[in-house]
């Protein structure tokens, strides 16, 4: 896949130099840990600041900081911020989602925005949403929320108590309060309640993905069921799955919190956003898939986050730092998955995958990046396998107590409903060993019932490693990797056939694209250019639903 993607990535900065320069300087926006997006997704990016920050208060471990983690999680505050304000007197007019919003900040700087949603003439309360930048370090200067302490920055909100603002064109007198009435309109317990109507209902329901946890739990809401379970220390009330939370103490349930943000709430609304990306490419159409791109390049922001950085190699809190972690551990790092540092495979893998998807919804080839995203799900699901393993091997050989337990049980939760759509009967075995308060741990069991389901999930042996033991530089006992039916003769034949199909084909497809340019650069010679100025105009705000909670 590297080969190929390379490849072609080569073939078309070759052919499209000319043509497309144009549309090549209007995609110049900061990577997401080695993704180039082609729109602007910083906002978006920034809700790994809020798994951050929930982290941040729950490792205080006070009935104060555990109070700050939930309202965190149910409110936000680093993402889609918006000022909620109270007008001195009606708006004199419907005033359209979008609409420019001007005002001034407690120094008198000007602050810029939008309106949040459309509002109806005669309205008092309005939202105004802050307007993004490009920059990731400075992509907003409100970050309000739930946050606390130095999380907290309102230098760039709206200045506080009366004054005026800009509405279109209007200008009203305001009134709010910053450190209340800055809000925000993407969380991630959001990540989990919108669920039920973006997936179960969607325009292309039903979504498989979806379809396995909702069935195995039996509600679309399952993550922020299992969270909040988790903050109060109750039960849970699902089809199959149930945890006792009460069962944990602090140490425990921070485990269960903090893994079930990101590994559940944020793992599914990643996939969520391909989805949406799918349902609305349009097929054979080169310039009207920005919004597709768009709603891909969030689905990529969601699994990454903000603080890997643009090569991806600092620390982040989100799917692609989970992925790093678990390698470590599997001794799948680097390109060929066989060393014990460097990147894990999977990211290789999984940003070569994105990539295809976004040159394949741009160019309208639909099917194939339904093909794309259904190979991105399965890869999403390895650190969740390796995670489980890796948790029954500590409690079951290496005395793991509630924190190792807690953490078996999470990742179980983030996988289960798929190992059950494959069979019941291995989901049975894993849940049972690692379920909140199971009373004996058997890892090897654990380890066969998921070996078991490789094939079916789509994943090999080599994908998922064995636990490797840094301390005596081999793997643990009974715990390397295991073997697939296939040989090593049958996948190397294969992989060269492939390789010199992949030849031949990326060879035709660099000359058609050569005399395609060719062919425009000709037109545009005779002045009849195939493309005119301004059709190859690519949003970066989104579609309609950018304002709803992308």
């Known amino acids: 896949m590297k080969f190929s993607i390379s490849l072609l990535a080569a073939s078309l900065a070759t052919a499209e130099a000319g043509v497309w320069g144009n549309l090549r300087r209007r995609l110049s926006f900061e990577k997401v840990a080695t993704y180039s997006p082609g729109s602007q997704v910083t906002d978006h990016c920034a809700i790994d600041r809020d798994q951050r920050a929930i982290e941040v208060e729950l490792a205080r471990k006070t009935n104060e ?27 004199r007019s419907n005033v359209a989602k979008g609409t420019s919003v001007t005002g001034k900040n407690a120094d008198g700087n000007e602050v810029a925005g939008k309106m949040y949603d459309t509002t109806s003439s005669g309205a008092v309360n309005v939202k105004v949403q802050y307007a993004t930048t490009d920059v990731q370090d400075s992509y907003v200067q409100c970050q309000v929320g739930a946050l606390v302490g130095e999380d907290v920055n309102m230098s760039g909100c709206f200045a506080d108590g009366e004054n005026t603002i800009n509405i279109g064109g209007e200008v009203y007198t305001y009134t709010y309060t910053a450190a209340t009435e800055n809000k925000n309109g993407r969380t991630i317990t959001g990540f989990s309640t919108q669920l039920e109507d973006k997936l179960k209902n969607g325009p292309g329901a039903p979504y498989a993905d979806f379809e396995y946890f909702r069935k195995y739990y039996g509600t679309s809401d399952y993550a922020d069921q299992w969270v909040n379970a988790a903050f109060e220390g109750g039960r849970t009330s699902f089809t199959n799955g149930n945890a006792d939370f009460s069962q944990y103490g602090m140490e425990g349930r921070e ?24 349902d609305d490419c349009k097929r054979g159409c080169i310039n009207c898939n920005d919004d597709p791109v768009h709603a891909w390049d969030e689905g990529v922001c969601f699994y990454t986050g903000s603080l890997e950085g643009q090569d991806g190699a600092p620390s982040g809190y989100l799917l692609h730092q989970l992925a790093d972690k678990r390698s470590l551990d599997f001794k799948t790092g680097g390109p060929d998955g066989t060393d014990v540092d460097g990147q894990p495979k ?30 991105i799900a399965q890869l999403m699901y390895i650190p969740m396998i390796q995670g489980s393993i890796r948790y029954a091997y500590k409690v079951d050989k290496l005395q793991g107590g509630e924190k190792e337990k807690a953490e078996g049980a999470a990742f179980a939760a983030a996988v289960l409903p798929r190992v059950h759509a494959a069979n019941s009967d291995a989901a049975s075995k894993i849940y049972n060993n690692l379920r909140v308060g199971a009373s004996s741990t058997n890892h090897q069991e654990v380890k066969a019932a998921f070996e078991s389901v490789y094939s079916q999930l789509g994943l090999t042996c080599a994908d998922i490693g064995g636990l490797w033991n840094e301390a005596t530089n081999s793997y643990y006992p009974g715990m390397g990797p295991c073997t697939d039916a296939s040989t090593t003769k049958v996948v190397t034949e294969t992989n060269s056939t492939l390789a010199i199909a992949l030849g031949t084909t990326f060879g035709v497809l660099f000359a058609l694209a050569l005399i395609a340019v060719l062919y425009m650069r000709s037109r545009e010679k005779q002045g009849a250019p195939v493309f005119k100025a301004g059709e190859l105009e690519f949003k970066t705000e989104g579609g309609e639903e950018e304002a709803d909670f992308n």
Not at 80 to 90: D, M, N
Not at 261 to 278: C, G, H, K, P, S
Not at 355 to 371: D, E, H, T
């Open 65 to 91: 900081s555990w109070e700050n983690a939930q309202q965190i999680y149910l409110q936000g505050g680093n993402s889609k911020s918006y000022a909620l304000i109270t007008l001195s007197e009606p708006l």
């Open 255 to 278: 485990q269960i919190i903090k893994k079930g943000t990101a590994y559940m709430n944020v793992w599914m609304y990643t996939i969520r956003e391909f989805e949406d990306a799918l």
């Open 346 to 375: 999977l990211n290789y893998d999984l940003m070569d995958e994105f990539a295809l998807g976004n040159y394949q919804l741009q160019s309208g080839n639909c099917p194939s990046a339904r093909k794309t995203k259904e190979r």
